[in-house]
């Protein structure tokens, strides 16, 4: 008799440019959650990954067809949340803003700097107000495991650090880099953003693993950003990410302790009698806990 698999895992991977499939799980099934928020990038693909039961979502959807704005985050976000996701590791490529973070290194950044302008950037609204704390972006017991693993490869990384995340899809103007490097900031990229904010709402751990694959366009003496060069640098970071990812898995068994397991418990502001009973419904996997 066939086993039967339940599409449950509590770790799940978002895979950005040139990361759309990973290989070495077992028991691999897809699924494509319905969501009120239409449908995620892609099939979420759900498999064993060193004994450990894990879901994975290219954000571009395979075959790279959804730009940064275009990304359905709050569809990808929702889905892995009826899942049962809550962690969520998110690989990206960025550009450096800092001499010494190298093409090829890797940041785990604890910061973010706003700077899109087009993307829905929460799930709440429509008779339901919601504020979370989001002073710390990423989760620091999440970012910490990240950073760890990532030096046991033969990878340089670089732990904190402030990503700039830009709304795209063109690459910076000079005098863009110049004003985030006079902010302090190390990185530059597209989409960690709106995820990191609703993954927070989701009551998820979320950490980047932000693949650097060019000094985007301050450094003169170098070669301004191009599609080409970011691909090629990119591809070399894709092995070492998966050799992160697996290294990760069995790190992320236990009950969560940091502060983004209860991140809706005191910022839904609306009176419980107040929201619409169909909001209530709609959003249920986000706020069942919290209101009956």
Request: charged content about 25%.
């Amino acid at each position: 008799m066939r086993e039967r698999r339940s599409n449950q895992a509590r770790v799940a991977f978002l895979g950005g440019s040139g990361l759309y499939e990973m290989e070495g799980l077992s028991r691999v099934r897809e699924v494509k959650p319905e969501t009120p928020f239409g449908e995620p990038s892609d099939a979420i693909i759900l498999g064993e990954m060193e004994g450990v039961e894990v879901a994975f979502l290219p954000r571009h959807g395979r075959g790279h067809r959804f730009t940064p704005a275009e990304i359905p985050a709050r569809a990808n976000i929702y889905a892995l949340k009826t899942l049962g996701v809550e962690r969520v590791i998110s690989v990206n490529a960025v550009g450096s803003l800092k001499e010494d973070v190298h093409p090829l290194d890797l940041v785990v950044p604890d910061q973010i700097i706003d700077r899109t302008r087009q993307r829905a950037s929460t799930f709440f609204g429509e008779g339901i107000v919601v504020h979370v704390s989001f002073a710390d972006p990423f989760c620091p017991d999440l970012s910490a495991r990240v950073a760890a693993t990532a030096r046991e490869t033969r990878a340089r990384v670089h732990e904190g650090g402030t990503a700039v995340v830009m709304e795209g899809p063109a690459f910076s103007t000079r005098a863009e880099s110049f004003l985030y490097r006079s902010w302090g900031a190390s990185v530059i990229g597209m989409t960690v953003l709106p995820e990191a904010k609703l993954a927070r709402e989701a009551e998820m751990c979320y950490a980047s693993l932000s693949c650097v694959t060019d000094y985007d366009c301050w450094r003169q003496t170098e070669e301004s950003v191009t599609v080409e060069m970011v691909v090629a640098n990119l591809l070399k970071n894709v092995a070492t990410s998966k050799e992160i990812l697996r290294g990760l898995v069995t790190q992320l068994q236990g009950q969560r302790q940091c502060a983004c397991a209860t991140a809706l418990q005191n910022a839904i502001i609306t009176s419980r009698d107040a929201i619409p009973g169909a909001t209530k419904e709609r959003l249920k996997h986000l706020i069942s806990k919290y209101v009956a």
